[in-house]
C-alpha cells in the first residue's frame, strides 16, 4: 500500500515539473519597469480606464441596492445615474407605490460606509439638504 501511495506522489511531483506555468498574463498592465516608466499619458490612460470600471461597479451597486429598498422591485426603471461628491451615487428611479401606481423619477442616493448602505430617497426628512451638498 505504500507503494502505491509512494509511487502516486512521485507520478505527481514529476508531472507538475514537466507542465508549463499555468499563470496567465494580463496584457491591460504591463509590469512596471524603472528603466522604462510609463509616460504621463499612458498613466493617465490607466487612471481613467479604472475610474470608469469602479463607476461601473458603483452604478451596479446602487441600483441593487435601491432595488432591495423598493416595495415593488420588478417595477423599478432608472433615470440617470452619476457620482455625487465624496464617492457616492447619486440617481433617479421610477417605480410602482403601494396602490399600485407609478411615482414618477424620484431622486435618490446611494453609497457605502464600512460596509453598511446609506440610502437616502426623496420624501425623507431633509433629502434635498444632503441632495444639494453631494449631488449639485
Wanted: hydrophobic share 45%; proline share 7%.
Amino acid at each position: 500500500m505504500r507503494g502505491i501511495i509512494f509511487a502516486s506522489i512521485a507520478a505527481l511531483f514529476l508531472v507538475a515539473a514537466f507542465l508549463p506555468s499555468l499563470e496567465t498574463k494580463s496584457s491591460a498592465t504591463p509590469p512596471y519597469d524603472p528603466k522604462n516608466p510609463p509616460s504621463p499619458e499612458e498613466l493617465a490612460k490607466r487612471w481613467a480606464a479604472t475610474q470608469a470600471a469602479l463607476r461601473v461597479e458603483r452604478f451596479a451597486d446602487a441600483r441593487r441596492d435601491v432595488i432591495a429598498h423598493l416595495r415593488d422591485p420588478s417595477s423599478a426603471t432608472f433615470g440617470k445615474l452619476f457620482m455625487g461628491n465624496n464617492n457616492l451615487v447619486c440617481g433617479y428611479v421610477n417605480a410602482r407605490n403601494g396602490f399600485g401606481g407609478m411615482t414618477g423619477m424620484q431622486p435618490f442616493i446611494a453609497g457605502y460606509a464600512r460596509n453598511a448602505v446609506i440610502f437616502y430617497q426623496s420624501g425623507a426628512e431633509g433629502f434635498m439638504v444632503h441632495w444639494k451638498k453631494i449631488c449639485e
